[in-house]
């Protein structure tokens, strides 16, 4: 059961990824093309999602693998909505770019879910032996 300190540690986890995100989004707009950008974007993205996945599931692991990813994908929907499409970029023509937003947001699902996955099997193999 997930009560209100354990959503806090995982919506924590899934801000820490979207911030990882963000923040290469805002960079790469800096340094070079909008293309760029994305691409380099949906390369870090599930990449950022595994590093804090496989922190969070190694030292927390409250939630069930597809539960987390399904958690950390909302997130990162939710906040991409709201923050950046509508108080940001004032408009949801971002939703509209595969590259831009749904490819990442697969991406992060499969990564967390992989992830998480992985590290409990670990866990499981080696608390077996």
Known sequence: MINFKNL??????????????????????????????????????????????????????????????????SFVIVVDFFVVALLINRSLEMFASLLGTWIPFVLIFASTYITGLVVTQKAKLTTDN
């Open 8 to 73: 806090s540690v995982i919506l924590t986890h899934a801000f820490v990824g979207w911030a990882l995100c963000a923040a290469t989004m805002g960079i790469g707009m800096a340094v070079t093309t909008m293309q760029n950008t994305l691409i380099v974007h949906a390369i870090g993205a599930p990449l950022f999602f595994a590093g804090v996945s496989w922190f969070y599931f190694s030292r927390f692991n409250y939630t069930k693998s597809f539960q987390t990813a399904l958690i950390f994908v």
